[in-house]
Nanobody
Framework: QVQLVESGGGLVQAGGSLRLSCAAS????????MGWFRQAPGKEREFVTAIHWGGVSTYYADSVKGRFTISRDNARNTVYLQMNSLRPEDTAVYFC?????????????????WGQGTQVTVSS
């Protein structure tokens, strides 16, 4: 079993930065492919970014490309999401997710494990 715990959310002004963390526990945590999704009120949960378990391959939604960076530290079983130049439209609950597969990494159904989410609010 894998458990994911996010942290680092909060309130920030537009143009500011936040770093989210996702700590994974479980025997195979370091070999899982990881993703971040977000869900704004009244909207579907959407893909933000994903990283292969080896850390070499990363993918981003067009809306965050150039502003957000995903990384991982397998020794600490932790994945990070550095968010810069934040905009009010980035306001959402951010979820960390883990997957054995890495074929349809933009699809939430690909991920079998989810964290509880952390709120990010960007004020204008």
């Amino acid at each position: 079993q894998v458990q994911l715990v996010e942290s680092g959310g909060g309130l920030v002004q537009a143009g500011g930065s936040l770093r989210l963390s996702c700590a994974a526990s479980g025997r195979t945590a370091s070999t899982l492919n990881m993703g971040w999704f977000r869900q704004a009120p009244g909207k579907e949960r959407e893909f933000v970014t994903a990283i292969h378990w080896g850390g070499v391959s990363t993918y981003y939604a067009d809306s965050v490309k150039g502003r957000f960076t995903i990384s991982r530290d397998n020794a600490r079983n932790t994945v990070y999401l550095q968010m810069n130049s934040l905009r009010p439209e980035d306001t959402a609950v951010y979820f960390c997710a883990a997957s054995i597969l890495f074929k349809n990494y933009r699809t939430k159904n690909e991920y079998g494990y989810w964290g509880q989410g952390t709120q990010v609010t960007v004020s204008s």
